[in-house]
């Protein structure tokens, strides 16, 4: 049986993946804030007809939201929260007028306490679609209050470092083979 000593190249190999899977941990829990699951107009969809709301449905329950939408011409389209509550945050505003591409920006208090700030847009064309509004029924649950994305990072980071001390281990068997058909064939 092969083993890894202090001072080799793959003892140090080692040691950095170690450090490596006990650094993700805290960069995996800093990674975890909610994100935006849905949104009426979302990202990057045409939207017609009459749009004078904005729906977005967040994956973990956010507080302390604020919007504000941009119009083409660089504008502020005025409105208000009716909801914003959870994971759904509703707005409502004057319907669009002006066609071209609109901006969203949102702040937010993820489920962890820290703030999070996004955007996206969305382009308002009258003969597009009208988007529809996104109701209760369609609200998922929360997942957790992200421990879903937590576990996902963290399986991922300990996932590659178990294949870079698996890929570590088969080379050294290798290597080791390698020697030993090496003396071999120099006794013979």
Known sequence: MTRLLPGSGRYALAMVLAAGLVLAWPAA?????????????????????????LDL?????????????????????????????GQIIR??????????????????????????????FFTYEPEATQPARLGDAELPPAEGNGTTILVAAVSVVVGIGL??????????????????????????
């Open 163 to 188: 294949i870079g001390l698996v890929l570590l281990f088969l080379s050294r068997l290798e290597r080791n083979r390698a020697e030993g058909q090496e003396q071999s064939s120099a006794r013979s």
């Open 57 to 85: 449905i967040f994956v973990d329950p956010v507080t302390d939201v604020s919007l504000v939408l941009q119009d083409p011409n660089g504008d502020l389209v005025g409105g208000e929260m009716v909801v914003s509550d």
């Open 29 to 53: 829990m800093a990674g975890a804030h909610t994100q935006l699951l849905q949104g009426s107009p979302g990202p990057g969809q045409q939207a017609g007809g009459t749009v004078d709301f």
């Open 91 to 120: 707005y409502e505003m004057p319907a669009l007028t002006v066609p071209g591409r609109y901006i969203v920006r949102y702040n937010m208090i993820s489920f962890d306490g820290d703030s999070t700030e996004s955007a996206y």
